[in-house]
Structures are given as C-alpha cells and as structure tokens.
C-alpha cells in the first residue's frame, strides 16, 4: 500500500540547534513531494515542494529538503530554529499524473526551546 | 487573495445526529479536496472534486458522508449518523487543477462526536 513515514513524532530542540525531520515514501512511480506545516492555531501551509530538477530544494523561513530517489526519502532540514518554527510539520506524496491526491505522514511535532 | 474559507470552526454533536459543513476555496480553483484529520494522525483524503464532478471518493465512507459542489464552486460535506470515531478535524483545500500544483488548506473544522 502507499505510505508515507514520518521518522519522529516529537522533536524537541533549543534555539539555533539544527534540524533535521526524516520522511520516507513507498511508491512505484513517479512523485512529487511537498513539505507541510501548520502553526498553532492556523491552518496548513506549504513549506516547500519537489517536482523535478535539482533535488536539492529551498522553502520559506530558510528550511530546505533533498530529494534521494534511491532511498524514497525527503528530508526536511533547517542549520538553525528558531521559537517561532514551534509547529507540526507534515511530509505528503502524490504520484504525478494520477490528480493532486496527497497523502501524507502522520506528522512530526516540532518544540523549539527559548 | 482571499484563502480558502470553511464554518463552522467547531462542532460538538452527539452520536448519530448529523452534522455539515461548507467550504468555499479560492476563486477560480477548479479542484477541492475534503481531508479528514484524526487526533496524532496526518490527513487523509475524504473526496476529490473537479469542478462539480467527483475525482476520487475511494476513502468516502458512503454509508454515512456525503458531499457536494454544486456549480463546482463551493462544497458541503455531511455526516449522518455520526459515530464517535468521525471525531476529527475537517480540512477543505484547493488547487487551480488536479496536476499535482499546490492545494491551499482552510483552517479546518473539528468535530467532536460525544
């Protein structure tokens, strides 16, 4: 079945430490990959998204993730948080060409200390 | 650009009464999503619209919700009866089409089955 895995559920972290939220997909075919997050209160936002070309992707807020084909993963990272990147963050696939379905992780709750 | 637009943002229904909700995306997208949210979980896809047709209604649980679009502009989902494992977090989102571009996510509205 399709899936899509989120490595950690609750990460907790000090101001400027590093960042790192492991995704993994399994599908067959070909996808695109988007990064969610949802602050306290709002609603879902994108993050960032990979369709093709550099698998190396920039998002907002300095966050970026990489693409590895070879191990069906899309990794979230980000060199230094900040408190206010206090938020869950969702990884989600859809398979190009089969509609704008997602599917996603179960989610990786971030806290960011002061 | 207006967001996409949901109400109510709370719901507390008892076991089997029913219940509704409406959604209104950003002008102009053709495609309109209902993901449902469980508590620790990511969303899953309820119903697919384009337009005012159904794309996707696999993970529709047709002996009890039901959705629609007229004029396939907006959308209201029901619930009837509601069973306590309905409660959740209702998202509508939105995308210009079905190609896999980004999907804009209202805030939701969570439903409480007591």
């Known amino acids: 079945a399709q899936s899509v895995s989120q490595h950690n559920h609750h990460v907790i972290l000090s101001e400027a430490a590093s960042l790192e939220l492991g995704c993994n997909y399994s599908?067959?075919?070909?996808?695109?990959l988007f990064w969610y997050v949802q602050y306290p209160g709002q609603h879902l936002q994108l993050l960032l998204k990979?369709?093709?070309?550099?698998?190396l992707v920039k998002g907002i807020k300095g966050f970026e993730a990489e693409f590895i084909k070879s191990k069906f993963s899309f990794n979230l990272r980000k060199p230094s948080v900040q408190w206010s990147d206090t938020a869950e963050y969702f990884c989600?696939?859809?398979?190009?060409?089969?509609?704008?379905?997602?599917?996603f992780g179960q989610g990786t709750e971030l806290s960011v200390k002061p | 650009e207006a967001g996409v637009a949901q109400s109510p943002r709370y719901k507390i229904i008892e076991k089997r009464q029913s219940v509704a909700f409406w959604c209104n995306p950003i002008?102009?997208?053709?495609?309109l999503y209902w993901y449902q949210q469980i508590l620790g979980q990511g969303p899953k896809l309820l119903i697919q619209?384009?337009?005012?047709?159904?794309?996707?209604d696999s993970q529709l649980p047709k002996d009890r919700f039901s959705a629609e679009r007229l004029k396939g502009v907006d959308s209201t989902l029901k619930i009837q009866p509601a069973k306590l494992e309905d409660s959740a977090v209702y998202l509508c989102?939105?995308?210009?089409?079905?190609?896999?571009?980004?999907?804009?996510f209202g805030q939701g509205t969570r439903l409480t089955v007591v």
């Open positions: 002008s102009g997208h053709a495609t």
């Open positions: 990979y369709f093709s070309g550099d698998p």
């Open positions: 989600a696939v859809n398979l190009r060409n089969q509609g704008g379905k997602l599917i």
């Open positions: 599908y067959g075919g070909t996808v695109n």
């Open positions: 989102a939105s995308s210009l089409d079905p190609g896999g571009v980004e999907a804009f």
């Open positions: 619209f384009q337009n005012n047709g159904v794309v996707d």
